[in-house]
Nanobody
Framework: QVQLVESGGGLVQPGGSLRLSCAAS????????MDWYRQAPGKERELVAG???????NYAESVKGRFTISRDNAKNTVYLQMNSLKPEDTAVYYC??????????????WGQGTQVAVSS
């Protein structure tokens, strides 16, 4: 089986920074696309940023210029550097990964989520 474990959430003041990490472990042949989503209370889960195995990235308009997604393929880990945080960034952040367990079988896995709260 495959597990995704997030870390790095917490409480930060507006304008501050946090760095989230998500490590995949278990029966892994390779990890393809890795994404960060977030869900605020009363709202639907939304894509924040994504990165392919080759390093191509995409971002939600609301975080462009403030958030940076990156990954370490050797560690099967994705990161989200969040700068200039705003109260509206408050949410539970989830990572998602497309994982190949052999050369042909793949599945999508989600982490358990990590809380980010931006408040003074």
């Amino acid at each position: 089986q495959v597990q995704l474990v997030e870390s790095g959430g917490g409480l930060v003041q507006p304008g501050g920074s946090l760095r989230l990490s998500c490590a995949a472990s278990g029966k892994i042949f390779s990890v393809n696309a890795m994404d960060w989503y977030r869900q605020a209370p009363g709202k639907e889960r939304e894509l924040v940023a994504g990165i392919t195995r080759g390093g191509t990235t995409n971002y939600a308009e609301s975080v462009k210029g403030r958030f940076t997604i990156s990954r370490d393929n050797a560690k099967n880990t994705v990161y989200l550097q969040m700068n200039s945080l705003k109260p509206e960034d408050t949410a539970v952040y989830y990572c998602k990964a497309l994982v190949f367990t052999n050369t042909i079988l793949s599945n999508v896995y989600w982490g358990q989520g990590t809380q980010v709260a931006v408040s003074s």
